[in-house]
């Protein structure tokens, strides 16, 4: 799997946006395993919604673009 040189949403793994799987890419992570995490912190915390959290990196992060990864 090849890295993000920034923080980009992915290209290779995404399920709706490629965020979780930019994440993931950028810190050399599994996707899975990120995703995972996700769900378990936003169904942790009352205050912000994750999917609130989520929309707005969707809108934040640029897309990943072939000259993106290293």
Do not use: C, D
């Given at each position: ?10 290209q ?28 378990i ?30």
């Amino acid at each position: 799997m090849a890295k993000l040189a920034k923080l980009h949403r992915s290209q290779n793994s995404k399920m709706v946006a490629g965020v979780m799987g930019g994440v993931a890419e950028y810190f050399g992570w599994s996707a899975t395993w990120v995703r995972l995490l996700f769900v378990i912190i936003s169904s942790l915390s009352a205050g912000v919604p994750g999917i609130l959290i989520y929309i707005i990196l969707w809108i934040v992060m640029p897309k990943a673009s072939n000259q993106s990864y290293q």
